[in-house]
């Protein structure tokens, strides 16, 4: 079992990869999310940023702006 500290030094390093990785205005693809709510797989979407917890909040094309969540949901970039 990790402590604390080690499990806050943790999502640290997976926050600061997944702002590096989705900076506000990178374009997504819906590859999976387990969510009544969510858009249609495939739907192409713009990040507009990423919280203190690794959610990844998302203005999807459809209109939604239900966040991926790292380690349950999938997206993919798309373009450059």
């Known amino acids: 079992m990790i402590s604390e500290r080690e499990y806050r030094e943790y999502l640290t390093v997976i926050v600061e990869y997944?702002?590096?990785?989705?900076?506000?205005g990178t374009?997504?693809?819906l590859v999976s999310m387990d969510d009544i709510q969510a858009p249609p797989v495939n739907m192409l979407g713009t990040v507009?940023?990423?919280d203190d917890m690794g959610t990844i909040h998302i203005?999807?094309?459809n209109g939604s702006s239900l966040g991926a969540v790292w380690?349950?949901?999938e997206i993919?970039?798309?373009g450059k």
């Open 71 to 73: 380690g349950e949901d």
């Open 76 to 78: 993919r970039k798309v």
């Open 18 to 24: 997944l702002r590096r990785t989705y900076p506000q």
């Open 48 to 50: 507009r940023f990423v």
């Open 59 to 61: 203005n999807w094309d």
């Open 27 to 29: 374009r997504v693809q």
